[in-house]
């Protein structure tokens, strides 16, 4: 599970690697949270998507590369096969 505060932290409870709390890897106030089969993906308020996790479909390293302005995304990362990833974004 991954837990918003009101003060845009994001601790990931029950995690897979058997901790059961620890904080984002990454600093910085937090509007989105997404997660999915291993990974996990924020949307910091600055407009830039980080995730983490299991890249053996390569959906970390898609959403790390989005552009600043992505408003909302959803992907799944069960499988090879099945992985994807799709989002919004504002065109200027």
């Given at each position: 599970?991954?837990?918003?505060?009101e003060?845009g932290?994001?601790?990931?409870a029950?995690?897979?690697?058997?901790?059961?709390?620890?904080?984002?890897?990454?600093?910085?106030?937090v509007?989105?949270?997404?997660?999915?089969h291993?990974?996990?993906?924020?949307?910091?308020?600055?407009g830039?998507?980080?995730a983490?996790?299991?890249?053996?479909?390569?959906?970390?390293?898609?959403?790390?590369?989005?552009p600043?302005?992505?408003?909302d995304?959803?992907?799944?990362?069960?499988?090879?096969l099945d992985?994807?990833?799709?989002?919004i974004?504002?065109?200027?």
């Amino acid at each position: 599970f991954l837990i918003l505060d009101e003060d845009g932290d994001v601790t990931v409870a029950a995690s897979r690697d058997g901790e059961e709390t620890k904080r984002c890897p990454r600093g910085g106030r937090v509007l989105k949270v997404r997660a999915s089969h291993g990974v996990s993906a924020v949307l910091f308020e600055n407009g830039k998507w980080y995730a983490w996790g299991d890249d053996s479909s390569n959906v970390v390293t898609t959403i790390n590369q989005l552009p600043t302005g992505v408003i909302d995304l959803a992907f799944s990362s069960k499988s090879e096969l099945d992985a994807f990833v799709v989002w919004i974004d504002l065109e200027e």
